[in-house]
């Protein structure tokens, strides 16, 4: 299966998109965690690509779609993939349809995370990140780690990320609704886009992302509370 995961910072794209590609067997590919991983390599693609970042603003798409081409070249997404964080502007979405034209269908589903702004932020200010291997991520309230500042994982120290200052936050909404929302109109006009609500706990949302892509069952036990 080929799936996007669309969604505002702090949305809850990560925590899910790392779950649904167990689950689908496929691999979870987000753009944020290619340049922090360059970044943490020190390359010189990491450093260009930081400095947008830090500031909250996207990097320039002549970086981020090579970066994506080389990463979709990779025999791995042979039984498809799920995109977390690309495309964020009209320009990426029609790199994507040129990477991904062919005979199979371009894409299967895209999601779209909704949730209130507010929870966003809070959402973020509690996250906290492995800095050994990049990719388990924990919240101090919703998720928190066995040991404070420990993950639960592989032992790492956990950090903060230099993006998820406030300030820097606003800013990455900002750029949400100008730049990525119309992303959303793009897909819909190919009526690959089911909207499911970002609220509440990590295990009812992915039961939702479930059904929406035909994985999961419908729970009429919760259909009112979940
Ligand atoms: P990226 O890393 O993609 O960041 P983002 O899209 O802003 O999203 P986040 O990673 O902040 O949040 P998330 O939705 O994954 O939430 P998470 O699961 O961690 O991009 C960073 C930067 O890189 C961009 O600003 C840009 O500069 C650049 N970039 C990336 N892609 C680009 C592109 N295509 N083009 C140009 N530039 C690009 O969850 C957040 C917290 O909430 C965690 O602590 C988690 O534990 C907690 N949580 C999750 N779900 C729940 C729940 N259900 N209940 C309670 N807590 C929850």
Redesign the pocket.
């Known amino acids: 299966m080929r799936i996007l995961l669309i969604?505002?910072?702090?949305?809850?794209?990560?925590?899910?998109?790392a779950r649904l590609a167990v689950h689908l067997s496929i691999p979870h590919i987000?753009?944020?965690?290619l340049?922090?991983e360059h970044t943490g390599q020190g390359t010189e693609l990491g450093r260009h690509?930081h400095t947008?970042?830090r500031t909250?603003?996207?990097?320039?798409?002549w970086v981020?779609v090579g970066v994506?081409e080389e990463r979709l070249a990779r025999p791995d997404t042979e039984r498809g993939f799920l995109l977390?964080?690309?495309?964020?502007?009209l320009a990426?979405a029609q790199a994507l349809d040129g990477m991904t034209a062919g005979p199979e269908p371009r894409l299967d589903a895209v999601l779209v995370?909704e949730i209130p702004e507010a929870e966003v932020v809070s959402?973020?200010a509690?996250?906290?990140l492995c800095g050994r291997d990049r990719e388990h991520?924990?919240?101090v309230d919703?998720?928190p780690p066995a040991v404070a500042g420990t993950c639960d994982v592989c032992g790492g120290e956990l950090y903060r990320?230099d993006?998820?200052r406030e300030a820097t936050v606003r800013r990455?909404l900002e750029?949400?609704r100008s730049e990525t929302a119309p992303v959303v109109g793009h897909y819909q006009a190919q009526g690959l886009v089911t909207t499911i609500s970002?609220?509440?706990?990590?295990q009812?949302?992915l039961d939702r992302a479930l059904v929406a892509i035909g994985r999961g069952q419908v729970d009429d036990s919760c259909a009112s509370s979940c």
């Open positions: 969604g505002p910072p702090g949305a809850g794209k990560g925590t899910q998109a987000s753009t944020g965690d340049f922090r690509a947008h970042i909250g603003l996207l990097v320039p798409d981020t994506l977390d964080g690309f495309p964020r502007n990426q995370l959402r973020i509690g996250r906290r991520v924990f919240h919703h998720s990320r993006d998820d990455r750029v949400y970002a609220l509440g706990r990590v009812e949302v």
